[in-house]
Every structure is written in structure tokens, then in C-alpha cells.
């Protein structure tokens, strides 16, 4: 497969997520198993990464501090999505969706129509990968190639968006890659997008505070990926998105840890929410 190495940037941050689920997926007691997260892994080790020792070290430090991280806010946003479509949300966004396979491996009831956004070069790569596989998804899927900086909400509209129905919002790892301005006016968007009864979801709390993100950009392995860190919206989201017309609820790291039977492991993991419009 000709996938050259067009992967770049931000981009190669979805195929770190990919590798953590795909160790994730082999557990026994795994959280949740995406059938594909070893396929990317496996593709982009051999077109993608210039020096696979050097990206099989990055990836053991990536474990090592978003490990668990990453394998509970799959598995949390797994579950809200799939409450977020029985409560009667049929549409579902996933901005910056890099690698998630959800639109092929979660039990979605019928109708349900789902968006992934992300920029060209990954969701190229993407694309490319899942046909290899004969990936076939469990719901109606449309890919769009954009700039999540960019006019997004028209080509969102334009690809079949129904502004008048709820919506299920996901935004896992993306604001931490954008600035202040640009996360706001991202955030901004999806409340004007969101009819009653929409949903979102993501991460939070400060970025400046958290110890664990101070732990990362003091590894210099993880430099390739920390040096991409813009701040995100610099200031919590859970009281911002109360102005912004959202009903917020939040659960800690440790909180998950221990509803998902993994208590005991660090937890000074930045925090996670489920959102809704009244
Ligand atoms: N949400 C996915 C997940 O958790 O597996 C991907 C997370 S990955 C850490 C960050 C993603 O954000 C990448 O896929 C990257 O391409 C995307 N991204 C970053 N900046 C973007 C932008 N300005 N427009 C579109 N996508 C962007």
C-alpha cells in the first residue's frame, strides 16, 4: 500500500492514540477492543515513522504517561455516545476524529448518521488503511477534510448536518492543539450547531496546571508532540461552557479509574465531561 509519508504534524498525534489502543485492545480485561488500532499502528510503523526505534521509544514513553489516560477516555466517550444515541441523537460529530474507528466497532442503532473531521493528509492515510481492512461501518459515515480553524460549520451543513436535531458532539484531544482564540471560536460553533437536546463531550482543566501534561513536556521524547501544545482555551471548560448555554457534567480521572476497574494506577489525569443543551 502507497501510503508515503504524508502524515504529518499534528496529524501523526492520532496514530500515538492508535498505538494505545491497540495494547489496550489485547488486554483480557480490555475496556474496549477497536479491531483496526493495529492496522494503523502496523502501517505507519513501516511507511510512516523515518526511524522505527526511535517511534517504538516515543510510544513506550506515551504509554508509560497517557496510557490509562487514553484507555479511559475511549472507553467514557464510548459510553456516552452510545447514550447520547439511545436518548435520540442521531447525528454525531467527531472533530478531530484522527484514528476512532467508533462509526465501525460501537452497536449504534439504525438511523444514526455520523461526521468525522480531521485535516486531509490523516484522514487520507485513514481512509486508505480501513479499505485495506474492508472496514465496513455500523452507520451512516461521512468523512470531511478540513481545518477545524476554518469555516468547518458551512462544510459540516453543506455534508448533510441537520441544524434543527440534537446532536452528539465528540472533541477527545484536539483543544490542547489549538489556541485560546481558536478553541473558543471552535467551541462557539458547536453551540450554534446544537439544537435542544444536543450533547458534547471532552477533556478539561487547565493545561498549565495539569501535572500531568508538566510531566510529558519534561520528556523529551514526547518533545515532538508537546512542542505541538498551543494551550487550548486557557481556562476550564466546565464554567465556560455553563455561560455558553450548556448544562456541564464532570468526572475526575481517579473517579473513572475506579468505576472502570482501575483504581490504584495514577490518576492526576486531566478531568472529562459530558455536556447538554437545553
Ligand atoms: N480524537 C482522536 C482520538 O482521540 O483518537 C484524535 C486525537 S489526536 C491526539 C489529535 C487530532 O487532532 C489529530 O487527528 C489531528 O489531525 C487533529 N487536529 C489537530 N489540529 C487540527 C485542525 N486544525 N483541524 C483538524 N484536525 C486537527
Redesign the pocket.
Known sequence: MDTGNRVTG??R??I???ALRAMESRRPDALFVDPYAEAFVAEAMTSIAEDPAVAAEQLDQAMRLFGLH?VLRTRYYDDYLLRAAAAGCRQVV?L?????TRAFRLDWPDGVRLFE???PD?LDYKERVLAAQRAVARCARTVLR????DDWPARLVEAGLRQGEPTAWLI???LV??SADEAARLLSAVGDLSAPGSRVACEHRDTASNPLLARARATPEMDEVTSLWKGGLGEDLVPWLGRHGWRVEAVDGAELAEAYGRAGAEVDFIGFLTAVRD
Open positions: 499534528v496529524s498525534t492520532a500515538g492514540v492508535a487514553i467527531l478531530a476524529a484522527g484514528l476512532d473531521l480531521d485535516l490523516l478540513v481545518d477545524l480553524r477527545e484531544g484536539l492543539y489549538l
